[in-house]
C-alpha cells in the first residue's frame, strides 16, 4: 500500500557540513517525485533519511500519519534501486529477486508467482534462471528494479538508477519506469543530476542546491517558472540578460539592458524601479527573423549577430552576440536556407517569455 512522505523541518549535518538543511516537503501517496540537483547537494543524504539509513538531527519524517524518525529501515517497507544495481553476483537472477520474499516468510507457490509478475514488468521473463553476472548493464538494472518491486514497497527509492547506461538505453528506461509508476502506482521517489530525468518522468519535482530545496513544481511549471537564476539555468539551457527596472504596472515589467528596453509579463517577484535583474529567456524562444526593417520598432527585438551555427539534424542552434552579452538560440526543423556566422538578424522575443529575476 503507497504511502505519503513528508518531511517537516529536517536537517542532517556531518562535522560542519550541512547536507540537508531544513527540508521541508510532502510527496503525495502514489507520486512520482524527483529530487534534481548538482552533485553535493545532498540528495543522496535526503534520500538515506527516508530509507532510514540516516536519522534526522532535528525535524520529523512521516510515512503517512506515522512518524518514522526512529523505525530501522528493514520495518520500513521501502524497495531501493542504487546506480551500481547492488545485485547479489552469486545468485540467479530468481534468487536475486526471492531474497526479500523469503525474509518475509511466504511460501514457495506465493514467492513464484511475484517472481514471475515482477520479472514480467521489467520484461525479463526469459532470465529467470541466468546468473546475475552473466547479464548487460542495463538487464542488471531491470533486475535490480524487480528486487524491489518485488516486496511491494510503500515507498520505492531510487538513486540516479540509469546514470551508468548509455543514452538510448537511458531513454528506453525512463520510459518503461514512468511506465511501471503508472501501472503499480507506486509512492516513487527518484534522485538525479539529469534534468532530462526530471523532466520527463515527475510529477512534480524538488530542486535542491547546498541542502536546501529552492523549488517544487511540475516539470513544466519549473521550467517556465524557475524561481531564481540557479534554477533556471540548472533545469534546461537559458540566456541571461542582465538590466535594471525601470517602471512595473499590473504584472508587467520594462526593463532596461543593453541590448534595449525589454517589456516583460511573466513577473512573480515584488521588483521595484531600478532593481537590478537577469533576464532569463530560453533559447526557444528567441525567434531569429531577417527582416532588417523591424529593427528598432518592435517591442522586445534585438539587433544581433550570429558567431557560430550548430546544425544538429532536428535543430539548428545559433550562437549571438548583441551589444556583447552572449546569446544561444534554437531552431527546430531547419530547411535548407540557414543562416551563417556574420549574418546580422532580428530577435522577436514574446513578453510572456522574458522573465525578470533577482540578481
Ligand atoms: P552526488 O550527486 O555527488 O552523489 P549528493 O547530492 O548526493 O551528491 P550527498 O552525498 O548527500 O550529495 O552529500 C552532501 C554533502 O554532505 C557533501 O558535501 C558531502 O561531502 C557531505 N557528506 C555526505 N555524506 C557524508 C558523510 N558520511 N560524512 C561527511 N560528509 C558527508
Redesign the pocket.
Not at 540537483?37 to 538515506?48: A, V
Given at each position: 500500500m503507497a504511502v505519503s512522505v513528508q518531511l517537516t523541518h529536517v536537517t542532517k549535518a556531518?562535522?560542519t557540513?550541512i547536507?540537508?538543511n531544513d527540508v521541508s516537503l510532502n510527496i503525495e501517496r502514489g507520486e512520482f517525485f524527483f529530487l534534481l540537483?548538482?552533485?553535493?547537494?545532498?540528495?543522496?543524504?535526503?534520500?538515506?533519511i527516508v530509507a532510514g539509513f540516516y536519522k534526522p538531527d532535528t525535524g520529523e519524517l512521516r510515512f503517512d500519519d506515522t512518524v518514522v524518525n526512529n523505525v530501522p529501515p528493514h520495518q520500513r517497507n521501502t524497495g531501493m534501486v542504487f546506480q551500481n544495481y547492488a545485485l547479489w553476483p552469486h545468485m540467479s537472477v530468481a534468487e536475486n529477486i526471492e531474497y526479500g520474499l523469503t525474509l518475509r516468510k511466504l511460501g514457495k507457490s506465493e514467492r513464484d508467482e511475484k517472481i514471475t509478475r515482477a520479472l514480467e514488468m521489467v520484461q525479463m521473463v526469459d532470465y529467470h534462471d541466468r546468473a546475475v553476472n552473466t547479464l548487460s548493464g542495463g538487464q542488471q538494472q531491470r533486475i535490480a528494479l524487480a528486487r524491489a518491486l518485488v516486496i511491494e514497497p510503500s515507498v520505492l527509492l531510487l538513486d540516479?538508477p540509469i546514470s551508468n547506461l548509455d543514452a538510448a538505453l537511458r531513454q528506453q528506461m525512463r520510459d518503461e519506469i514512468k511506465q511501471i509508476h503508472d501501472r503499480t502506482n507506486i509512492t516513487m521517489f527518484y534522485?538525479t543530476?539529469d534534468q532530462v530525468d526530471a523532466l520527463s518522468m515527475a510529477d512534480r519535482m524538488a530542486i535542491?542546491q547546498d541542502?536546501v530545496v529552492i523549488q517544487v513544481g511540475t516539470p513544466r511549471e519549473v521550467y517556465q517558472f524557475p524561481k531564481n537564476a540557479f534554477v533556471a539555468s540548472f533545469v534546461g539551457e537559458t540566456n541571461f540578460i542582465a538590466g535594471k527596472v525601470q517602471h512595473t504596472s499590473n504584472g508587467s515589467a520594462t526593463i532596461e539592458t543593453p541590448v534595449g528596453t525589454l517589456h516583460s509579463e511573466t513577473i512573480y517577484h515584488a521588483l521595484s524601479e531600478g532593481t537590478p535583474v537577469q533576464c532569463s529567456i530560453r533559447p526557444e524562444a528567441l525567434i531569429v527573423n531577417n527582416n532588417q526593417n523591424d529593427a528598432n520598432h518592435a517591442e522586445n527585438t534585438i539587433t544581433a549577430k550570429i558567431t557560430a551555427v550548430n546544425y544538429l539534424g532536428r535543430i539548428e542552434e545559433y550562437q549571438l552576440v548583441a551589444a556583447d552579452v552572449p546569446l544561444k538560440a534554437v531552431h527546430y526543423n531547419p530547411g535548407i536556407e540557414t543562416k551563417k556566422p556574420g549574418d546580422t538578424v532580428q530577435l522577436a522575443i514574446a513578453a510572456e517569455a522574458i522573465i525578470p529575476l533577482p540578481d
Open positions: 556531518f562535522d557540513t547536507a540537508v540537483g548538482p552533485s553535493g547537494c545532498g540528495k543522496s543524504t535526503f534520500l538515506r540516479e534522485v543530476h535542491m541542502g
